[in-house]
């Protein structure tokens, strides 16, 4: 009875300890399976793309400058001769019309020499006269009415000359126009040449705006632009360039171009700020991917500095390193490593490494 006692104790034994090697050995194997689905399973990435030389991605970049408003014409007024400034019948924001009074100095001197020169103009006119009657009736030499006479003309040309003095004491306007500045007041002494108004015509108006050296080749007589003018509720307005400088400013590698605008609501006033959109081709070169325009946030850099994009290769990601270009409002230009027709990869390429599987989506999904 001891003795079968005993075996039965083993057989129980050795069966939990089957048991027990059994169920690891399952365990194992399950971890096993789990361990190799997950390093066999690649996680697929979701992007989206734009096609490299489309609508969206084409050649014509909207280049932007800021500029300021110039009058189309501007005339300083000024005296012809010295003397104390009476009268400035005009004020700065007035509207005048052709020779229409806006400045006037004391032209008392003026007058008076004028008389006398007329005076003189009379007696010379009588003296050539009475010379010239007697000369008709051959009572005296030629030569002595040919001094009468020019001395008579003479004495015109010196009346003519001071009466010009007499009208230079005033200022009219040349144009229709606004006074746009006053550079004197009554009392003050002015002189030949110095400026007293400013008359301005804002039918038309000009853009000014400063462009780098290396993009003024860029822009050329006739091109169109956009101009917007924030202090007019972003009034937007097309013009035409009428004038490109060939000589940079002083000082500053930086020339001007000037678009020309129609203004006939006087609305658009010299000085105000402007930002002026030109629609052109980017001109880097001969080649072609040089007018490939992406969006600059689709750009990585690599620690080294070296700038890459992801671009869909069938189901993979590429990694594709370019060269970059001039930048653009709507992006930037990339001279090398894309080519039209390219896939490139707008969204989700953050989550990517080289030849990672994606899957290309719509907007509409």
Same mark, same amino acid.
């Given at each position: 009875?001891?003795?079968? !006692? /005993?075996?039965?104790?083993?057989? /129980?034994?050795?069966?939990?300890?089957?048991?027990?090697?059994?169920?690891?050995?399952?365990?194992?194997?399950?971890? !096993?399976c789990g361990g190799e689905e997950k390093t066999?399973?690649?996680?697929?990435?979701?992007?989206?793309?734009?096609?490299?030389?489309?609508?969206?991605?084409?050649?014509?970049?909207?280049?932007?400058?800021?500029? @300021?408003?110039?009058?189309?014409?501007?005339?300083?007024?000024?005296?012809?001769?010295?003397?104390?400034?009476?009268?400035?019948?005009?004020? %700065?924001?007035?509207?005048?019309?052709?020779?229409?009074?806006?400045?006037?100095?004391?032209?008392?001197?003026?007058?008076?020499?004028y008389e006398q020169q007329l005076a003189q103009?009379?007696?010379?006119?009588?003296?050539?006269?009475?010379?010239?009657?007697?000369?008709?009736?051959?009572?005296?030499?030629?030569?002595?009415?040919?001094?009468?006479?020019?001395?008579?003309?003479?004495?015109?040309?010196?009346?003519?000359?001071?009466?010009?003095?007499?009208?230079?004491?005033?200022?009219?306007?040349?144009?229709?126009?606004? %006074?746009?500045?006053?550079?004197?007041?009554?009392?003050?002494?002015?002189?030949?040449?110095?400026?007293?108004?400013?008359?301005?015509?804002?039918?038309?108006? /000009?853009?000014?705006?400063?462009?780098? #050296?290396?993009?003024?080749?860029?822009?050329?007589?006739?091109? @169109?632009?956009?101009?917007?003018?924030? !202090?007019?509720?972003?009034? *937007?307005?097309?013009?035409?360039?009428?004038?490109?400088?060939?000589?940079? *400013?002083?000082?500053?590698?930086?020339?001007?171009?000037?678009?020309?605008?129609?203004? @006939?609501?006087?609305? %658009? /006033?010299?000085?105000?700020?402007?930002?002026?959109?030109?629609?052109?081709?980017?001109?880097?070169?001969?080649?072609?991917?040089?007018?490939?325009?992406?969006?600059?946030?689709?750009?990585?850099?690599?620690?080294?500095?070296?700038?890459?994009?992801?671009?869909?290769?069938?189901?993979?990601?590429?990694?594709?390193?370019? #060269?970059?270009?001039?930048?653009? #409002?709507?992006?930037?230009?990339? @001279?090398?490593?894309?080519?039209?027709?390219?896939?490139?990869?707008?969204?989700?390429?953050?989550?990517?490494?080289?030849?990672?599987?994606?899957?290309?989506?719509? #907007?509409?999904?």
């Open positions: 009875m001891i003795l079968k !006692s /005993k075996s039965n104790m083993k057989d /129980k034994h050795l069966w939990f300890t089957l048991k027990s090697v059994s169920i690891v050995l399952l365990f194992l194997v399950a971890v !096993s066999t399973t690649s996680k697929v990435i979701k992007v989206r793309v734009i096609n490299v030389g489309s609508s969206t991605t084409n050649s014509n970049a909207n280049i932007e400058y800021n500029g @300021t408003i110039e009058s189309d014409v501007a005339i300083n007024s000024s005296f012809q001769v010295s003397g104390t400034v009476l009268n400035i019948p005009v004020q %700065i924001g007035d509207f005048v019309k052709k020779n229409q009074l806006i400045a006037q100095i004391d032209g008392t001197v003026y007058s008076s020499q103009e009379r007696l010379a006119k009588e003296n050539f006269e009475r010379i010239n009657k007697v000369f008709q009736k051959g009572s005296i030499a030629e030569i002595r009415m040919l001094e009468a006479r020019s001395q008579y003309e003479q004495a015109q040309a010196a009346a003519k000359m001071t009466y010009q003095n007499v009208r230079h004491a005033k200022i009219y306007a040349p144009m229709d126009g606004y %006074i746009s500045n006053k550079m004197m007041d009554a009392g003050d002494l002015a002189q030949p040449g110095q400026p007293v108004v400013e008359l301005v015509n804002i039918n038309t108006v /000009k853009a000014a705006l400063p462009i780098p #050296d290396s993009e003024i080749n860029n822009i050329a007589k006739g091109d @169109t632009a956009t101009v917007n003018i924030p !202090s007019l509720k972003d009034m *937007n307005v097309t013009g035409t360039v009428d004038e490109v400088s060939i000589q940079s *400013n002083q000082g500053s590698p930086v020339y001007t171009a000037y678009v020309t605008l129609n203004n @006939t609501s006087k609305k %658009i /006033k010299p000085g105000m700020t402007c930002a002026v959109t030109f629609q052109q081709s980017p001109k880097t070169g001969n080649n072609e991917n040089q007018s490939i325009i992406i969006p600059s946030e689709s750009i990585a850099v690599t620690e080294d500095g070296k700038r890459f994009v992801y671009v869909a290769n069938g189901n993979n990601a590429e990694r594709r390193y370019v #060269d970059i270009g001039q930048l653009y #409002d709507n992006g930037i230009a990339i @001279t090398k490593g894309l080519s039209k027709g390219d896939q490139l990869i707008v969204s989700g390429y953050h989550k990517l490494t080289q030849s990672t599987q994606v899957e290309v989506i719509n #907007d509409s999904k």
